[in-house]
């Protein structure tokens, strides 16, 4: 089956982006591997070559993570830009579904997941195993010679040099101060010389160090020095061969190859498997090692103090023979099983610490088992939230897309991180691998739902309607005059129905609804009398609409005056009344809505008063010229 052009259409555009977003996640990823590890690569000598192959073998360690950042804001700018292009809506005028539409980009996120999963089952693992061995050889490789100028240098093993001045177009070195401590500070050895230079033997094994014009001052400490603190030796030239191996080191294979990260799901299956069984040698052997010390009886002849119970095993009773031993006795028998008892405290605590970490060691092979799992399933759930959400804003570019991206991504990192270090700790059960999962994929769920069903969810207007319903922010009216008016207001009918809102404003304002708290049984098990608010705030909707169509523009404007009254405000916060009893159940809940009432109503009663006085003004306008 052919694809259609929509769907290479569509496909084409994510792909461009997805490459796109792919370098850039990619390359902050590895921005902070360099940040983490420039300490470690300043100053080793590393060439050019030798950092390549560790960033390469990084990002491709790296490829798991970035990927579903990638597909998330590739998918997020891709259909933010067919919504604010209105691409998308003619797709949807044509017919199409929103889940047609995504499906192109769906089957190649689904195609990814795979691939993400192969390469940290096969790839990742021989990357790791590289990985670690550079790491090693960085770590273990010694500086190269870059000595400066008025500090101490101690990256020469055995030796601290002070350098006054240095001349950096050849290398030579001048007022220099040289502590030698190989032997120990006892024997502590001071070399003082007016200029110098060093250099590495072409094996580089070993430090070649020439210095001219200088003493040499050891300490004396053995009895032929005649009371002398130090013995000075003085010399006009003097050549020192220093070991000093400045080459690369292989990591230990064991070290490599104990790294979770280089295993793939079979042979983390299998270490697991071994771990385990060791584990349970090694409590066993404590368990029978506990009864053979800790718990073992002593055997005398049976005599008072001797019993047996019903399984017919001896045991002792402490009591009578701590009673019948002499003073001196009964100290020394205090003194030994303190003794014992602290040793055999001390010998558990350092045998649990040792199960702890192997059970440590277990569930971070877990960790990394389901990770390659995990890992894959959110490049699916990036997807289900990127193109929703982008569908939903409607704006492209890298503005929204990137905000919104990396508060998705701070959030699957939060969540991911904080659930396996809870699983690595023992506080939760192997759960915690999938704490991300559980937290983003109802988030998908939403996202793609209100998507397809064309939710305003983000729009501006709706964020503004939902602030005023639920803590009553302040919305004028904007009436403006009409170009065409068919029929103009009944203005006598009109004033009757001001006159009817101003006296059911003056009566609202002195009512013991807007004059009192709130009554929590009534707000939340009962009912609240508001029918009266309501009927006014209809028929103040009703004037409004009749008198708008007036030509007139001061009246329009006294017209704008009239606030919106919020009536609901004051009643119960949900239309289902067990909504209702549940919050009022919960007081803690239930009292912030009773606050939320209390503030409605005062603001209500200022409207009462607003909307008296502009009744009052438009009866006397509208009454004046009618004479």
Not at 107 to 129: D, E, H, M, R, W
Not at 169 to 192: P, Q, W
Not at 313 to 335: E, G, M, P, T
Not at 474 to 493: A, C, G, H, L, S
Request: neutral net charge; hydrophobic residues 45%; aromatic residues 12%.
């Amino acid at each position: 089956m052919r694809p259609k052009r929509l769907d290479i259409f569509i496909l084409k555009s994510f792909l461009l982006l997805f490459v796109a977003a792919f370098a850039i996640c990619l390359f902050v990823l590895l921005m902070n591997v360099l940040w983490r590890y420039a300490e470690d690569i300043v100053g080793k000598g590393l060439n050019f070559s030798f950092l390549a192959k560790f960033f390469w073998e990084f990002a491709l360690t790296l490829v798991p993570q970035a990927l579903p950042l990638a597909v998330l804001m590739a998918s997020l700018i891709t259909f933010g830009n067919f919504g604010e292009r209105l691409e998308l809506l003619a797709m949807k005028t044509a017919g199409i579904p929103l889940l047609r539409i995504m499906r192109p980009v769906m089957v190649f996120s689904i195609f990814l997941a795979g691939v993400s999963f192969y390469f940290q089952n096969v790839t990742v693992p021989k990357a790791a195993k590289n990985l670690y061995s550079i790491i090693y050889s960085i770590n273990e490789k010694n500086p190269e010679l870059d000595i400066p100028e008025g500090v101490f240098y101690n990256q020469i093993q055995g030796f601290n040099m002070y350098v006054k001045h240095k001349d950096f177009s050849n290398g030579n070195l001048y007022d220099v101060t040289i502590y030698d401590h190989r032997k120990g500070y006892e024997n502590l050895s001071v070399i003082v010389a007016d200029s110098g230079y060093m250099e590495t033997t072409a094996d580089k094994q070993h430090l070649y160090l020439h210095l001219f014009s200088g003493f040499w001052f050891t300490q004396e400490t053995d009895i032929e020095s005649n009371g002398k603190p130090y013995r000075r030796e003085g010399f006009r030239e003097k050549h020192i061969l220093l070991e000093f191996n400045s080459g690369m080191k292989e990591a230990p294979d064991g070290l490599v190859g104990s790294q979770a990260m280089s295993k793939n799901m079979n042979e983390i299956k299998l270490t697991i498997d071994s771990l385990s069984l060791n584990q349970d040698s090694i409590g066993l052997g404590n368990l029978d090692e506990y009864r053979s010390t800790a718990l073992a009886t002593f055997r005398y002849q049976k005599s008072d103090s001797l019993a047996y119970n019903n399984m017919g095993v001896l045991y002792i009773n402490a009591d009578s023979v701590y009673a019948v031993s002499s003073r001196n006795r009964q100290v020394d028998i205090k003194a030994a099983m303190r003794s014992r008892i602290q040793t055999q405290a001390s010998d558990l605590a350092i045998k649990s610490t040792n199960m702890y970490y192997q059970d440590k060691s277990i569930r971070r092979h877990w960790i990394e088992w389901m990770k390659k799992i995990t890992n894959a399933l959110s490049v699916l759930i990036f997807f289900f939230i990127g193109a929703p959400l982008g569908a939903i804003i409607r704006k492209g570019g890298l503005g929204v897309p990137v905000i919104v991206s990396v508060f998705t991504f701070i959030l699957f990192y939060i969540t991911s991180v904080s659930g396996e270090k809870m699983y690595r700790e023992g506080e939760w059960s192997i759960v915690g691998c999938w704490f991300s999962v559980m937290v983003l994929s109802p988030l998908s769920v939403f996202f793609t739902v209100k998507a397809n069903g064309d939710s305003t969810l983000f729009q501006w207007d709706v964020i503004i309607e939902f602030f005023r319903y639920w803590f009553g922010t302040k919305v004028n009216r904007n009436i403006v005059r009409k170009d065409v008016v068919i029929d103009d207001p009944d203005r006598d009918k009109c004033v009757r129905s001001l006159n009817d809102i101003k006296r059911m404003s003056v009566e609202l304002e002195n009512s013991a609804l807007l004059n009192s708290v709130p009554d929590y049984r009534k707000l939340f098990f009962g009912s609240v009398d508001s029918a009266r608010l309501t009927e006014l705030s209809d028929e103040l909707e009703v004037l409004v609409s009749e008198l708008g169509n007036s030509r007139d523009r001061v009246e329009l404007d006294m017209l704008n005056g009239f606030p919106l009254l919020q009536s609901h405000g004051v009643q119960p916060p949900f239309a289902r009344t067990w909504a209702d009893r549940m919050v009022g159940i919960i007081f803690p809940i239930g009292l912030l809505f009773e606050l939320r009432a209390w503030l409605f109503t005062r603001k209500l009663k200022r409207q009462m008063v607003k909307t008296a006085q502009v009744a009052d003004n438009l009866i006397e306008y509208i009454t004046n010229n009618n004479k």
